[in-house]
């Protein structure tokens, strides 16, 4: 069986040091489309390192993305092939604001398997810490299709319930064609992003853009549209990837707003409203 939940579950944490500066926050920023217009004040927050702030969704980048979604498939008990995987959730805890630079200890491990039927759930949990405490946590939620059926625990099924009324704010962001390119620089080379025969090979049309990219997005577009521009507020953030994003597509972000927290639903403009992003809730303050 490719994937032997007891030994991934049994298996020690793994830690190491991971480092970012100005520079990596600066091409993550870019990477989420970032800086448009140039001069834009409220842009150059995020572009500029003398004024630079950190969208907490860097968390998933930080030190190059390790472990990231293909650093859990090297883990004790998982052996599939990497055509299989899709990023299925993701989840962040932010304990304290992200510094633009910094060195901390990461520690990760898989928190959780679960058996679909058609396919397994891995969660891989990462811990990162400085001098001063933690900063934040992540959970990458692993779909891993035709490895499920071996009868193990299911986990949890619930779906959040749709918001209802009309959204507070709808705000739409464009793709850019070479966005997946540029984001992939951050960290994530699976080549599913990169490379068409790839893609194919995978059950896609064409290249699709990194599901983190699209979490990255809608953030900044929460931040910047309900939070007044302040990173800092961001206290949570999970979010389900219900469908693909391709490069050139427009995304429609669409905002419940209460004084604690942001339900947000995005879709795809040009495919008929297809959900990109589902179950998807920023808590704030």
Same mark, same amino acid.
């Given at each position: 069986?490719?994937?032997?939940?007891?030994?991934?579950? @049994? @298996?020690?944490?793994?830690?190491?040091?991971i480092?970012?500066?100005?520079?990596?926050?600066?091409?993550?920023?870019?990477?989420?489309?970032?800086?448009?217009?140039?001069?834009?004040?409220?842009?150059?927050?995020?572009?500029?390192?003398?004024?630079?702030?950190?969208?907490?969704?860097?968390?998933?980048?930080?030190?190059?993305?390790?472990?990231?979604?293909?650093?859990?498939?090297?883990?004790?008990?998982?052996?599939?092939?990497?055509?299989?995987?899709?990023?299925?959730?993701? $989840?962040?805890?932010?304990?304290?604001?992200?510094?633009?630079?910094?060195?901390?200890?990461?520690?990760?491990?898989?928190?959780?398997?679960?058996?679909?039927?058609t @396919?397994?759930?891995?969660?891989?949990r990462?811990?990162?810490?400085?001098?001063?405490?933690?900063?934040?946590?992540?959970?990458?939620?692993?779909?891993?299709?035709?490895?499920?059926?071996?009868?193990?625990?299911?986990?949890? $099924? @619930?779906?959040l319930?749709?918001?209802?009324?009309?959204?507070?704010?709808?705000?739409?962001?464009?793709?850019?064609?070479?966005?997946?390119?540029?984001?992939?620089? $951050?960290?994530?080379?699976?080549?599913?992003?990169?490379?068409?025969?790839?893609?194919?090979?995978?059950?896609?049309?064409?290249?699709?853009?990194?599901?983190?990219?699209?979490?990255g997005?809608?953030?900044?577009?929460?931040?910047?549209?309900?939070?007044?521009?302040?990173?800092?507020?961001?206290?949570?953030?999970?979010?389900?990837?219900?469908?693909?994003?391709?490069?050139?597509?427009?995304?429609?972000?669409?905002?419940?707003h209460?004084?604690?927290?942001?339900?947000?639903?995005?879709?795809?403009?040009?495919?008929?409203d297809?959900?990109?992003?589902?179950?998807?809730?920023?808590?704030?303050?």
């Amino acid at each position: 069986m490719p994937i032997d939940a007891a030994k991934a579950l @049994a @298996a020690g944490p793994r830690t190491g040091e991971i480092s970012w500066d100005h520079k990596d926050v600066q091409l993550y920023h870019l990477g989420i489309g970032a800086g448009s217009p140039a001069t834009d004040p409220d842009e150059l927050r995020y572009t500029l390192e003398s004024r630079l702030h950190v969208l907490p969704s860097f968390a998933t980048v930080a030190g190059a993305g390790k472990p990231g979604v293909t650093g859990g498939l090297s883990m004790p008990g998982i052996e599939v092939e990497l055509a299989r995987v899709l990023h299925g959730g993701q $989840s962040l805890l932010v304990h304290r604001p992200i510094p633009a630079a910094g060195t901390a200890t990461a520690t990760n491990r898989i928190a959780a398997v679960y058996d679909k039927g058609t @396919a397994a759930v891995l969660v891989l949990r990462t811990e990162v810490a400085d001098g001063e405490g933690p900063l934040w946590t992540n959970d990458a939620q692993i779909f891993i299709r035709g490895e499920g059926g071996w009868g193990g625990d299911r986990g949890p $099924s @619930a779906r959040l319930e749709p918001p209802t009324g009309e959204p507070d704010r709808t705000v739409e962001r464009p793709v850019r064609d070479d966005q997946a390119l540029l984001y992939r620089l $951050s960290g994530d080379w699976n080549p599913l992003h990169a490379d068409p025969e790839f893609a194919k090979v995978a059950g896609f049309e064409r290249p699709i853009l990194h599901g983190l990219c699209t979490y990255g997005m809608t953030l900044k577009a929460v931040v910047d549209t309900l939070l007044g521009g302040d990173v800092t507020r961001v206290r949570s953030y999970a979010t389900r990837f219900a469908g693909v994003v391709y490069p050139g597509e427009t995304l429609r972000i669409r905002m419940w707003h209460t004084p604690g927290s942001t339900r947000v639903a995005v879709s795809a403009v040009e495919r008929a409203d297809a959900p990109v992003l589902a179950d998807t809730v920023v808590e704030h303050t």
